[in-house]
């Protein structure tokens, strides 16, 4: 059997975090990116280094992932300093973008797959609203392979903080800089105590979201 199109389509690459697609009749999914493919083991994918094998070089395993690593991807960290999430570290790759918000949790669904991200769905409007600031701000509206608004969108940010909203805000990291888009939230979205519809960010803003601080570390 294949694997389900609805799980195939929240998978991503542990390596790039972009997009998997089926091979060999289901029986491994390949990230056309990285050219590395991880096997499905009775229809359950198998997103682990030591299971990961590079399609160019016939190495498996972590040694696959290392080399192509030790290309250095220009990275900024966030910290959550305060709220329901407070200590955890967020990092934000060049090229890519988060959404923050709120999602209600199932006690029910199965944890099987805890390495997968989790992805806020977006709405029309919303979509329209992030194309027009990305478009704007950093002048990018061609969408590569696994890229979203010029932006490769990797795993989102849930606060698990009441009075953030479904989906309260994105950030976005490219050569202009970091910066953050409010998405029409209910509470606002704060900036070093001012409320912002946008912002580019320095090392050292606190960003606020509901009861939740957000410090821009490096």
Known sequence: MAVDQQLLEILA???????????????????????????????????????????????????????????HVPTVTFRV??????????????????????????????????????????DENTRKLIQQYVAKQFRRADNGPGKEFGFRRTGDIVLDDVSVSRLHAMFFYDDIGVGILDLVSKNGTYVNGEEVESRLLRKGDVIELGESKIVLEE
């Open 13 to 71: 690459c542990i390596q790039c975090r972009g997009p998997l697609v089926a091979v060999e009749g289901g029986r491994g999914l390949l990230c056309e990116a990285c050219k590395l493919k991880f096997p499905v083991r009775d229809d359950i994918p198998v997103l682990l280094l030591e299971e990961v094998l590079d399609m160019q070089s016939g190495a498996r395993g972590a040694t696959s992932v290392a080399a192509a690593t030790d290309l």
């Open 81 to 122: 300093t305060a709220g329901p999430k407070k200590g955890m570290t967020i990092q934000l790759e060049r090229g890519t973008c988060k959404a923050v918000g709120r999602t209600v949790g199932d006690p029910h669904k199965t944890t099987s797959y805890h390495h997968i991200d989790v992805t806020l769905s977006l």
